[in-house]
T-cell receptor, first 118, second 115 residues
Framework: GAVVSQHPSWVICKSGTSVKIECRSL??????MFWYRQFPKQSLMLMATSNEGSKATYEQGVEKDKFLINHASLTLSTLTVTSAHPEDSSFYIC??????????????FGPGTRLTVT | AQSVAQPEDQVNVAEGNPLTVKCTYSVSGNPYLFWYVQYPNRGLQFLLKYITGDNLVKGSYGFEAEFNKSQTSFHLKKPSALVSDSALYFC?????????????FGKGTRLSVIA
């Protein structure tokens, strides 16, 4: 259990176009999902926290108008990179939060999406 | 603010030798501590976590980690390294009872196991 999927796994787009990445929790409901970005050979940097039915909370320095996040249901969050530029090329990883039996919660990670903007 | 330090960018070890990947943390209270592994162009795979109890935590693929509260460390260890263990390893931390607070990751340590 606790599987998180991402689609697509990789995408190539031209500068100026928009790309949508989907993150799904396949076998549990996730009221909260997180979006991370990873540059080559670097750590995961949190971009935003996505809450079902409300606006996402963005980390400092992340442009909310460029990285649109929509958490429309308890199993789906989407990240749309608008007017993409080559510097947006990166590995994007989502994570879904699931409540644990201990009363806390666990984070489960998707396999990542490799975005290349040409 | 919480933070995680992985002091080594790269660790090289010969196959069959023990390996250690270091991690220290800074967070208020008693945190949850995690180790994840990432293979090229893949997402994160969970290895193990410390919640409470025994300071030595055993995880997947023969890995273990030791929680040391006085040194605020959570080093990852394996008695005998395999070439297939070569990957990028991340230590992560999260405060207890932290609501929506997500995991905070160290910068990662690349492990290279040489045959």
């Amino acid at each position: 259990g606790a599987v998180v999927s991402q689609h697509p796994s990789w995408v190539i787009c031209k500068s100026g176009t928009s790309v949508k990445i989907e993150c799904r929790s396949l076998d549990f409901q996730a009221t909260t999902m997180f979006w991370y970005r990873q540059f080559p050979k670097q750590s995961l940097m949190l971009m935003a926290t996505s809450n079902e039915g409300s606006k996402a909370t963005y980390e400092q320095g992340v442009e909310k108008d460029k990285f649109l996040i929509n958490h429309a249901s308890l199993t789906l969050s989407t990240l749309t990179v608008t007017s993409a530029h080559p510097e947006d090329s990166s590995f994007y990883i989502c994570s879904a939060r699931r409540a644990s039996l201990a009363g806390d919660y666990e984070q489960y990670f998707g396999p990542g999406t490799r975005l290349t903007v040409t | 603010a919480q933070s995680v330090a992985q002091p080594e960018d790269q660790v090289n070890v010969a196959e069959g030798n023990p390996l250690t990947v270091k991690c220290t943390y800074s967070v208020s209270g008693n945190p949850y501590l995690f180790w994840y592994v990432q293979y090229p162009n893949r997402g994160l795979q969970f290895l193990l976590k410390y919640i409470t109890g025994d300071n030595l935590v055993k995880g997947s693929y023969g890995f273990e980690a030791e929680f040391n509260k006085s040194q605020t460390s959570f080093h990852l260890k394996k008695p005998s390294a395999l070439v297939s263990d070569s990957a990028l390893y991340f230590c992560a931390v999260r405060p207890r009872n932290s609501g929506n607070t997500p995991l905070v990751f160290g910068k990662g340590t690349r492990l290279s196991v040489i045959a």
